[in-house]
Nanobody
Framework: QVQLVESGGGLVQAGGSLRLSCAGS????????MGWYRQAPGKEREFVAA????????DYAGSVKGRFTISRDNAKNSVYLQMNSLKPQDTAVYYC??????????????????WGQGTQVTVSS
């Protein structure tokens, strides 16, 4: 059974930082493309960042490029999202996702097979 569990969300002031973690189980993590998405109230879920199986390739949404960094530790079956210079518009529920068997970065939502339950990030102005 595949399980993805996010943690690290919370309330932070604008300009602050948070680090999200996602722990995976039930999958061959080192053969899985991983990604982060977010969904703000009243909006559709949107792509944030993706990382290849080795960590050698990454992709970012334009709105977070230069502020967010995705990384992974295959030995710990974990993927991370370091978020710096946070803005109120970054407020959303953040989800990690796994694209089973994909070794490259995956940016299309339909290509992801499994999703975590989400963690709330709230950025106050």
């Amino acid at each position: 059974q595949v399980q993805l569990v996010e943690s690290g969300g919370g309330l932070v002031q604008a300009g602050g930082s948070l680090r999200l973690s996602c722990a995976g189980s039930g999958i061959i993590f080192s053969s899985t493309g991983m990604g982060w998405y977010r969904q703000a109230p009243g909006k559709e879920r949107e792509f944030v960042a993706a990382i290849s199986w080795s960590g050698g390739e990454t992709d970012y949404a334009g709105s977070v490029k230069g502020r967010f960094t995705i990384s992974r530790d295959n030995a710990k079956n974990s993927v991370y999202l370091q978020m710096n210079s946070l803005k109120p518009q970054d407020t959303a529920v953040y989800y990690c996702a796994a694209a089973l068997g994909s070794r490259s970065t995956v940016i299309h939502e339909y290509e992801y097979d499994n999703w975590g339950q989400g963690t709330q990030v709230t950025v106050s102005s």
